[in-house]
């Protein structure tokens, strides 16, 4: 075997006609290596699988053993892209893999400043310090 030989192997496999999709638990023994990353795991396996798009490939929960040249975790290889999109449940999987954009969201720590800005200010003057703390953000 060469030095860089990726090997995966799939346990636990099913189809799961409801949500569009094949699921399975995935076994990477990668000696020599320390990881495989995932782009290359979703490239092998939508060419195995047959997958419409690299891109209906998710992975998740990859963890590597301890020592290394194993890593072990979850694939989900939809239909289409679209049935990835509308039936995966974990939107943050779909932005690591970059099948969605992530969308912009106001940060915590700004929220509660606006929030508290706008406790301090009384009266009539609290719906204008508030629009000014919307704008500020």
Same mark, same amino acid.
């Given at each position: 075997m060469s030095e860089n030989a990726v090997t995966i192997r799939t346990r *636990?496999?099913?189809?799961?006609?409801?949500l569009s999709r094949r699921q399975c638990i995935i076994d990477i023994h990668h000696p020599g290596r320390a990881n495989v990353s995932k782009a290359e795991l979703q490239e092998k396996l939508a060419k195995t699988f047959k997958a419409a798009d690299k891109n209906a490939v998710?992975?998740?929960d990859l963890r590597t053993q301890m020592g290394g040249g194993k890593t072990t975790g979850f694939c989900h290889i939809y239909d289409s892209v679209e049935c990835a999109i509308k039936y995966h449940?974990?939107?943050h999987h779909l932005w690591r893999s970059?099948?969605?954009?992530k969308p912009n969201t106001k940060g915590r720590?700004?929220?509660k400043e606006a929030k508290n800005r706008g406790? *301090?200010?009384r009266g009539l003057g609290r719906r204008i310090a508030r629009k000014k703390a919307r704008r500020s953000e």
């Open positions: *636990k496999f099913l189809s799961n006609p409801l998710i992975l998740s449940g974990m939107k970059g099948v969605i954009e720590k700004g929220i406790k *301090k200010v």
